[in-house]
C-alpha cells in the first residue's frame, strides 16, 4: 500500500481493548520510522459491550488533520458480529481491506472490490494463555499478516511492553499464533 497516509479505523466493543490495540500500533507504527501518527479515539457510551471506535492514521510524513477518519484504507474489527451494526464498513475504499476475528473464512464474507483477512483469534487467545475473550493482542498478529505496514517483532515488543504488568508473554503470543493463521481472500 503506497500513500502518503494511511488510514486505519478499529472497531471493538467496550473491554475488548480496540483502543489499546490502535495505541499499541501507532507506537509501533512511530518506532518503525512513521513519523507521522494520530490517533483518534471515538467513544459512544462508555460501559462493557457497547461498540467502540477509534481512527489511527499513520505517514512517513507529519499529519496535520487530526478528524476521525470517514473513508479508511482498511478496518479492523475485532468482534466479527459487529458486521451487523450500522456504518461498520461505511466508508471503507475500494481495494480497502476488513481484518476481521471470526472463525470464518474469507470466502464467507462478500464484500466487493475488498481484501478480506481473517483470524479466530477470540480462541487464539486461549491457546496462547490468555483468558477467553482477550482479542486485541491477537488481532494485531492479524493486522500485522495482512497490512504488511509494520514487522510483527516490533509489534510483539510493543505488545510486551504495553502489557508489562499482564502477561506480557502470552499476549505477544498470541499476536504470533494469530499472524501464523490468518487467512486473506477477497478482491
Not at 26 to 37: D, K, L, P, R
Not at 178 to 185: K, L, M, P, Q, W
Request: aromatic residues 6%; without cysteine; glycine residues 10%.
Amino acid at each position: 500500500m503506497k500513500k502518503d497516509t494511511i488510514k486505519i479505523r478499529w472497531h471493538g466493543r467496550g473491554g475488548q481493548g480496540a483502543i489499546t490495540a490502535a495505541k499499541i500500533v501507532a507506537n509501533a507504527a512511530f518506532v518503525s520510522g512513521y513519523s507521522g501518527v494520530v490517533m483518534t479515539p471515538t467513544f459512544g457510551t462508555e460501559r462493557r459491550g457497547a461498540p467502540v471506535l477509534t481512527s489511527l492514521k499513520i505517514s512517513k510524513n507529519k499529519i496535520y488533520d487530526l478528524s476521525p477518519i470517514e473513508e479508511p484504507d482498511m478496518i479492523v474489527v475485532l468482534d466479527h458480529l459487529l458486521l451487523e451494526e450500522a456504518g461498520v464498513t461505511n466508508g471503507l475504499k475500494p481495494g480497502g481491506t476488513i481484518i476481521l476475528n471470526t472463525p470464518k473464512s474469507p470466502d464467507d464474507y462478500h464484500f466487493n472490490e475488498m481484501k478480506v483477512a481473517t483470524a479466530d483469534v477470540t480462541s487464539i487467545a486461549v491457546k496462547a494463555g490468555l483468558m477467553q475473550g482477550i482479542v486485541n493482542s491477537g488481532i494485531i498478529g492479524a493486522f500485522a499478516k495482512a497490512s504488511g505496514l509494520i514487522n510483527l517483532e516490533i509489534l510483539t515488543k510493543e505488545i510486551e511492553q504495553e502489557f508489562k504488568d499482564k502477561r506480557p508473554k502470552e499476549n505477544a503470543e498470541a499476536a504470533r499464533l494469530a499472524y501464523s493463521i490468518t487467512n486473506i481472500g477477497g478482491m
